[in-house]
């Protein structure tokens, strides 16, 4: 690494560290831009929710500007909360948009994906500045470790849940038929829908987009449980041996959380009510309603338990990859995983007198 490397790499880490101070002031642009686009959709008449994101985007710069002006308060956190949880609110299904142009497909409205992708920009920045004024400006990368048994269980809950999704769109990828639907009818299906050339390609190959779209969450899920998520494994070339960047797992994990989650729970309420006869359920494309609700209860469930587990498992990410700081070593110890920590200090955590004694600094 060069001079010039080494000094650009200091400045950008010095700017990264001083982000509680920046960090409002990032928000209040971004809210000011968000409610330019939206009055610009109003305007236009674009498809997108113009006058809602302007509100939004007018709540997000008098909110953000106070706190810039007189501090973050009791009340202006509270006021950053619910700006982040209406702009999350707006940026729902974000993760569909990204699936549709990742397989070449065109999204229905440019506008109303921009907008989303904005509002999920700006539930981020919302949120980093309600905590601006808590988190620790730490500099100490921790060393790797795995998250508690607890949550790996649950990791492999939602990697047991996408089991049945994944087969049965094999199933129809390999020609087969299921809840009374051939995979001929499902591919006629895709193409009528107006499905991408990459994703009839991969159909005529056995390979369904979206199965393989599971396997990459799954992967992800256990990426972020396991060490091998914080610094990449000997089976990485090229990178092995290296840190991972935090935010390389933790963008699609909360977007997918984001998305899954909430789509998950509220269609199993959904489809509650459909087996109940309490609602009608379409049979849309497939013969029966009865078929439509076997195929949406395999679907619905995994996104919810997957999602779910995709939330518990980023917050574990993130908790042991938070920086700590290099002036208090008794307050990093503490923040380490119980099995990472030195053996003088469980030592001394399980002798009752070792306060009388000098503690563990002997």
């Known amino acids: 690494m060069t001079g010039a490397e080494r000094t650009t790499k200091a400045l950008w880490s010095a700017w990264w560290r001083r982000w509680p101070h920046w960090v409002p002031r990032a928000t209040a642009l971004w809210a000011v831009l968000y409610a330019a686009f939206g009055l610009a959709c109003a305007l236009s008449g674009a498809s997108a929710p113009g006058w809602a994101v302007v509100a939004v985007g007018v709540l997000g710069a008098s909110v953000s500007a106070a706190v810039v002006w007189y501090g973050l308060g009791p009340a202006l956190r509270v006021l ?62 921790r060393e790797p470790s795995a998250a508690p048994r607890p949550v790996q269980l649950i990791s492999l809950a939602g990697t047991l849940a996408f089991v049945p999704y994944v087969g049965m769109k094999l199933v129809w990828a390999s020609g087969g038929t299921f809840a009374g639907i051939s995979g001929e009818e499902m591919l006629a299906v895709s193409e009528r829908n107006g499905a991408s ?45 290296r840190r991972v960047p935090r935010w390389l797992p933790l963008a699609p994990a909360l977007l997918g959380a984001a998305t899954l989650a909430p789509y998950g729970v509220l269609g199993v309420g959904y489809l509650a009510l459909a087996t109940a006869d309490v609602v009608t359920m379409r049979r849309g494309d497939f013969h029966s309603s009865g078929d439509a609700l076997l195929v949406a209860w ?34 990093a110890q503490r923040q380490l995983p119980h099995s990472r920590r030195p053996h003088h200090a469980l030592d001394c955590d399980r002798s009752k007198t070792w306060r009388s004694s000098g503690g563990c600094g002997r």
């Not at 497909?105 to 601006?132: F, I, Y």
């Open 80 to 141: 950053l909360w619910v700006v982040c949880a209406l702009a999350g609110t707006i940026a729902f299904s974000l993760l569909m948009d990204v699936i549709t142009l990742v397989l070449g497909q065109g999204v229905d409205s440019g506008a109303s994906a921009a907008n989303k992708a904005l509002a999920a920009v700006g539930a981020v920045l919302l949120a980093a500045t309600a905590r601006s004024d808590r988190l620790p400006a730490g500099t100490a990368v």
């Open 197 to 241: 050339g990459i994703f009839l390609t991969l159909e005529s190959w056995g390979l369904d987009p979206t199965a393989l779209l599971a396997v990459l969450g799954v992967f992800l899920l256990w990426g972020l449980v396991r060490p091998w998520g914080q610094v990449f494994p000997r089976w990485a070339p090229f990178l092995r041996g």
């Open 298 to 331: 395999i679907g619905i469930v995994a996104f919810a338990v997957h999602g779910i587990a995709l939330t518990i498992a980023a917050r574990s990410y993130w908790l042991r990859t938070r920086p700590t700081d290099r002036s208090n070593p008794q307050a």
